[in-house]
């Protein structure tokens, strides 16, 4: 289930601009994190773990690539949407170390804080779809 939710977000974030620069970081970090889990891994967790690692660091690397800090095309909501999608991705690192490798002490207070504030800062970068929106609609009347 939420496989499907990193694949919508990962469109919602959209492909502009590419940034292969933090794609690669992304994908370093997701590599990183693939290989502490690995030894932990038995069976079919060994493939599914890979994939949803995969699918979490695309929508992380979508995410970050949209915010722009240096520029005049700086907004909030996309700086909202890249903070939820790295908690989003700490979230599930510890629901991943606290399964597979070790107890987390204080795991269930860190998946749950760092869960619902990724959904809500990502939430709110939905924020500026509809003022755009809004602020276009009324351009033409």
Request: proline share 4%; glycine share 6%; charged share 10%.
């Amino acid at each position: 289930m939420f496989a499907i939710t990193h694949i919508l977000y990962s469109s919602a974030f959209g492909m502009r601009p590419m940034r292969p620069a933090a794609g690669l970081v992304i994908g370093g970090i997701s590599a990183v994190s693939y290989a502490l889990l690995y030894p932990y891994l038995a069976g079919p967790f060994t493939y599914l773990v890979a994939v949803y690692i995969a699918l979490i660091g695309f929508m992380g690397w979508r995410a970050i690539a949209g915010v722009r800090l240096a520029d005049d095309l700086w907004t909030w909501t996309r700086l909202s949407a890249c903070l939820g999608a790295v908690l989003f991705m700490v979230s599930d690192l510890t629901i991943a170390v606290n399964k597979f490798c070790f107890p987390v002490p204080h795991s269930r207070a860190i998946i749950m804080a760092t869960y619902y504030a990724a959904q809500m800062l990502i939430a709110l970068s939905a924020v500026e779809c509809q003022d755009a929106a809004a602020k276009e609609a009324r351009k033409r009347a």
